[in-house]
């Protein structure tokens, strides 16, 4: 793929951090502090931590104490970040149009090709070999199908 989709990035995961850094920085927070909080944030930050898994690795690596609201607060970094990759994957598939590399109705080796997902650039909707459920299928980006044998 001569223009590869894009990637979740330090940059999306720092502007959704600074969303939140504000909120845990205290009261009257200085830029200082917001960004002491950041980067505090960002040092344990790993993708699809939630705001509790967030909350205890800020307690044991970086010595905080949180608190419940403080973790609830935490659940957002990972929803921006998801947000801000989707985005920029929407972006990406309006400069980069591309044509489905398999057709509707081909094997592959997760099962068969349905269709293709409306709501994402460049995914395919896979009912998976042996699901019995007729409402459940797979999003499969194109460059991950392969063809079965």
């Known amino acids: 793929m001569s223009n ?14 600074m969303k939140v850094a504000p909120q845990l920085a205290g009261d009257m927070p200085t830029t200082s502090d917001i960004e002491s909080v950041a980067d505090s944030i960002q040092r344990v930050y790993h993708r699809y931590m939630d705001g ?13 104490d949180t608190t419940r609201d403080e973790m609830e607060a935490l659940d957002a970094i990972d929803m921006e ?12 598939g309006i400069d980069h149009p591309m044509a489905p590399p398999l057709p509707v109705g081909a094997m592959t080796t997760r099962g068969l090709i349905a269709g293709i997902y409306e709501y994402q650039p460049a995914y395919y909707c896979i ?23």
């Open 4 to 17: 590869p989709r894009p990637t979740v990035t330090e940059e999306m995961i720092r502007a959704a951090i």
């Open 52 to 64: 509790f898994d967030i909350a205890k690795a800020l307690d044991c690596y970086e010595s905080w």
């Open 81 to 92: 970040v998801d947000r801000a990759h989707r985005a920029a994957e929407k972006q990406w």
């Open 127 to 149: 009912k998976e070999t042996g699901c019995t459920d007729a409402s459940r299928h797979l999003l499969v980006k194109f460059e991950d199908a392969r063809a079965a044998a």
